[in-house]
Nanobody, 125 residues
């Protein structure tokens, strides 16, 4: 599986963006896909994840209520709808895929074996 993220851009604080992550190749039933982000000088951090089978979702507390992760199985695509963006949300956003992750592993970068190239989100005041 290869992943390609897109949809980043420049947005004012309070605005919205929708990121997409297209997966080439069919995801297995135990695939988990996630969004991570990395700001300059900081470590890559978990944002949200979705289980490909069943669609259950997990969010970091910093984005709960503002971001929504979803998937379109027919299109092999995962989305991240980001609303009410804040300055602290500015980062390069990466999509990633892993297999067989249990709930406690969803937030761990090391659990994901395939990564997209990243898409830059810039938030202006």
């Amino acid at each position: 599986v290869q992943l390609q993220a897109s949809g980043g851009g420049l947005v004012q604080a309070g605005g919205s963006l929708r990121l997409s992550c297209i997966a080439s190749g069919r995801a297995s039933t135990n695939t988990v896909m996630g969004w991570f982000r990395q700001a300059p000088g900081k470590e890559r951090e978990f944002v949200a994840a979705i289980k490909w089978s069943g669609g259950s979702t997990t969010y970091d507390d910093s984005v709960k209520g503002r971001f929504t992760v979803s998937k379109d199985t027919a299109k092999n695509t995962m989305y991240l709808q980001m609303n009410n963006l804040e300055l602290r949300d500015a980062a390069v956003y990466y999509c990633a895929a892993g297999r067989g992750l249990i709930t406690s592993e969803l937030r761990n970068v090391r659990g994901y074996t395939t990564w997209g190239q990243g898409t830059l989100v810039t938030v202006s005041s």
